[in-house]
């Protein structure tokens, strides 16, 4: 029987790690030489920066040796081999390399989809209160500008399924709503919110959508169907579970907005149209873009479903851990994701400061890197699994965790 209880009752000598299904996850050929992570602490937290692979390192080396060896040759040269970049990144997530464009992060593409999108002040913007802060904070700078207003639908971090989700964000649909923010993934809780029944349904009643999907690339089978995968706009990175260098991102955009995208900068390929206006944006350091195709070569060479399901069968293990040693609650999951959440007790972690001072707490006490974020009734603490974790870090982080929250 799973632990539901507060981690107060947890007992203090836990037995031996249930380590079922997980112990022969034994690292893949090669894996412990093919990051540069530090040995000794255990990085639980890969869907916040990602980590990058030693192959894909050395070739945007290479290209970086390249650009200083003739950089008027190398800018000369940057847009075709941008766009060269920009169709195998389209063909690994199935979608037509016209209809996307290469930017720097999530931050930046959403910003670009609030400045395209009309508003004034009638209109209202829904977000959640699983968005990004700093997403929901574009939203609220763009609503203010326009004269429109943010309107904030609170999901609980149990709600059951995406069925419930969609249900609490068509309830704060009004007549007013014209824009939805909405995540494929969730930074704090690792759920899906965008499901491609919602977007159809808020499609269906003319509310325009920017769908936040920087943990997609690469952790989740993506197939933009040609367009933004069923949204008006969709941004994903790259640089998080695609294996490619910082930053490096996409922006996909369906048809009627192409002509009418607006960069956050002029450029002089501003008059090319999409995606190039979008893309160029002066000296710049393009080598994450053009060593993207690198990571997914690679992700292809381990086997993406193969890493996909090592991944969530270790996260899966990790949230068991916290569950049963640490006594946290359980939140829900998506199936073939590599990153769980878990509910902290009442109390913890449910102030900004507090939340973060847990991560501080844990990296010194357990030499381990996770990711906590404020919530009120309790703190959500995330973590991720790759490649390179083992079953063990989960052990001594649940093990380490219901001491540290018990003090
Ligand atoms: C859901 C979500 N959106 C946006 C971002 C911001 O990504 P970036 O800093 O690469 O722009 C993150 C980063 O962790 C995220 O988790």
Redesign the pocket.
Known sequence: MKNPGNPRTTPAHPGPPDTEGVEHLSPLRGSSTLFTLDPGSAHLNH??YGAVPVPVQRYQAKLRADMERDPDGFFLEAPDRIGRARAEVATALGGDPGRLALIT????G?AIALDTVPLDERDQILVTDHG?G??TRAAERRAAEAGAVVRCVRISPHAPDDAAVAERVLAAVTPRTKVAVL?L???PTARTIASPALLAELRSRGIITIV?A??APGALPVDLGGAAGGADFWVG?L??WAFAPR?A?VLAIDRPWRPRVRPLMFSWEHDRGFPWRVEWRGTFDYTPWLAAPAGFDLLKRIGAEQLRDHNDRLAAHGRRMLVERAGLRALPEVPGLGMRAVRLPPGVAEQEHAAKALMVAVRKALNTRIAVRPWQGGGILRISAQLYNRPEEYVRLADGLARLITR
């Open positions: 869907g916040s992060n999530v931050t930046e959403v990004y700093v997403v995540d993934i969730t930074s936040d920087a943990h990175n640089h998080k930053a991102a």
